[in-house]
């Protein structure tokens, strides 16, 4: 198991966001997280990465509990994501935010003067992994462009990639496709089996479900805050519980 | 006395490059909107300043020591105000400044106070004493290509692109792994050490220092180089330090008293600024930082 969340509750005033809300991520498979607008998925994603402190309960990943830890230390453990309202480095090149976010060495400030050679080249391999990269999604003519000049779709792209870019572990996505064409939504589709065939964990958040049906090993079902069902696509499409909540019935 | 005057000049755009330079490092591309830049000046003079009069500690000693201390309240200062976002980032390192104002103003057995500190010694670094003007015009202007040159190498360095990065957006450069709070901590000392270097070389320069130098007014005058020169640029900075520094001159040939001339000098720094932010938001070099706000779709 790779990830394993349990009794989590946060409530933002009055609002429930997530109460006692429990689920399992399967190592090397892709996972879905849906359900209905405000069910508190994007909440869930939050509490993970350590943006949100959970009012109660547990997270752990491979064993170890990630409450405790600041985001940044939960990110080190091999934990990346991408957001649902993005969140690009819009004054750094597109090529700059791919290098950002190499899981290379902790960037030390005198580290430029002291071993100038090695970071150099520490920056040509970062520069060369970013490139790579950029064309997998099909960036690679905007690599100077300033991220903040991308069209939405593109910003996607350059998130999604970015979140490549950590080689991370556990890769969490927040509605990949949301907004983008049928051709990029086949390419991203294409690339998160890639990335399972690689061995990565993958836990996405989407409400297109012909691409969630086709894509995930397994799917949770969340609604006000609780986890409602867990089980296949084909399960999932017949729970009784879901139809009524999210699926409706030409599902 | 014509060459006298334009190397004081001289001296004294070296001194706001490097006070410009480091500012612009905090704010144009750390995103911390740093109020309290001039403490730190004040902290170099002083401490190298005292060094030299009740010491006779030489000056290169001196400011060095006086650079450490400033670093070392930089780094401090950040564990109470940099969990504090923007404004208010901003005026608790306001509050910081005027706090050290008026510890020089009064803690008088150290200071002397209002009276101020004179008969600063000039420099002599190792043996070679920088003691006429055009000296310390060279001095001046090394000083500053270094201070430009090491800034420039930082900000382009993986660090400064982490610290770019938190700028753009913190929470992100977090989920990157990146111990922001600590990268933001080191940009405040790095940005303090140099100020204070700026603040010994100024004190041994004019050898008469008080705090009435150390002033909300001087913090103006470098936030409004770092603006009109161009934030997130190094060059900007320079181009904003000397324009700045050469443009209110002419008014001293005005046959006015030179209160009124105090004045006017003010309200051209401001008009300039406004001219600025209203035509050219990204500076005379520069990246555009108030295009964000303004179409405030892109986030
Ligand atoms: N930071 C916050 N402050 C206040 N309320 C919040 C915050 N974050 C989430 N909420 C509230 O929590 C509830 C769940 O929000 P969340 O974003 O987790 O939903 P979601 O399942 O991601 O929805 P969607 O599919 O629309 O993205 C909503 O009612 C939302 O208004
Ligand atoms: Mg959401």
């Known amino acids: 198991m790779s990830l394993t969340v349990k009794n ?26 849906i359900g209905p607008n405000g069910a508190g998925k994007t909440t869930v994603f939050n509490i993970i990465t350590g943006i949100i402190r959970p009012d109660a309960g547990n997270i752990t ?36 935010n791919l290098m950002i976010a190499h899981p290379g060495k902790d960037e030390k400030m005198f580290d430029c003067f002291l071993k ?14 970013a490139l790579e990269l950029l064309k997998v999604v099909d960036l690679e003519r905007y690599k100077d462009e300033k991220a903040g ?36 939504r086949e390419r991203i589709k294409k690339l998160l089996k890639e990335l399972k065939q690689q061995g990565k964990t993958i836990l996405i958040i989407e409400h297109d479900m012909r691409f969630v049906m086709d894509l995930c090993d397994e799917i949770i079902v969340l609604d006000h805050g609780v986890e409602i069902a867990t089980g296949t696509p084909a399960k999932i499409k017949k729970n009784k519980k879901v139809i009524e909540a999210y699926l409706g019935v030409d599902a | 006395m014509i060459e006298t005057y334009l190397l004081h000049l001289f001296i004294i755009a070296c001194l706001y490059v490097i006070l410009t330079t480091s500012l612009n490092l905090a704010i144009g591309y750390t995103g911390l909107l740093n109020l309290g830049h001039i403490a730190f000046y ?14 006779g500690v030489p000056f290169w000693i001196g400011a060095l020591a006086g650079a450490t201390l400033a670093a070392i309240v930089g780094y401090l200062l950040s564990y109470p105000t940099i969990k504090l976002k923007g404004d208010y980032l901003a005026l608790g390192t306001l509050g910081f400044s005027i706090i050290v104002e008026s510890v020089l103003k009064n ?104 705090p009435t130098f150390f002033s909300i007014l001087e913090t103006i005058l470098i936030f409004s180089m770092v603006i009109v020169g161009g934030t997130a640029s190094m060059l900007g900075s320079v ?26 000098r003010q309200a051209l720094y401001a008009l300039l600024l406004v001219l600025v932010i209203r035509w050219r938001p990204q500076g005379l070099i520069g990246e555009n930082t108030f295009k964000k706000f303004k179409n405030g779709v892109k986030r």
Not at chain 1, 68 to 94: D, W
Not at chain 2, 240 to 261: H, K, N, W, Y
């Open chain 1, 116 to 129: 100038p050679k090695k970071i150099r080249a520490e920056d040509e391999a970062k520069r060369a992994r």
């Open chain 1, 8 to 33: 989590l509750k946060r409530s933002f005033g009055g609002v429930e966001a997530v109460k006692n809300c429990s689920f399992k991520v399967k190592q090397g498979k892709i996972t879905a997280l």
């Open chain 1, 149 to 184: 000049n991308l069209s939405y779709g593109q910003q996607k792209l350059l998130d999604i990639a970015r979140c490549l870019a950590t080689e991370a572990n556990l890769l969490l996505f927040d509605e990949p496709v949301a907004g983008v064409n049928p051709i990029v």
């Open chain 2, 42 to 55: 004040a902290i170099g003079a002083y401490t190298s300043s005292l060094l030299a009069l009740n010491f």
């Open chain 2, 107 to 210: 803690w008088v057995s150290l200071t002397r106070g209002p009276l101020g500190l004179p008969g600063i010694p000039k420099p002599s670094i190792f043996g070679f004493a920088i003691d006429t003007i055009p000296k310390y015009a060279l001095f001046g202007l090394i000083l500053a290509v270094l201070v430009y040159i090491v800034l420039e190498i930082v900000v382009r360095s993986p660090f400064g692109r982490v610290l770019q990065a938190i700028r753009d957006d913190e929470m992100a450069a977090k989920t990157l792994g990146k111990d922001t709070f600590n990268a933001k901590a080191k940009a405040l000392a790095l940005s303090a050490f140099i100020a204070a270097i700026g603040g010994s070389y100024y004190a041994h320069y004019v050898t008469f220092i008080d």
């Open chain 1, 61 to 96: 990943f491979k064993g170890e509990p990630l409450i405790v830890l600041q985001t940044h230390e939960i990110a080190r453990l091999s934990i990346a994501r991408t957001f649902q309202l993005l969140k690009l480095f819009p004054k750094l090149t597109c090529l700059e």
């Open chain 2, 239 to 264: 181009a904003g330090a000397v324009l700045l520094t050469l443009l209110p001159e002419p008014l001293r040939f005005l046959p006015f008293p030179s209160s009124i001339i105090g004045g006017m």
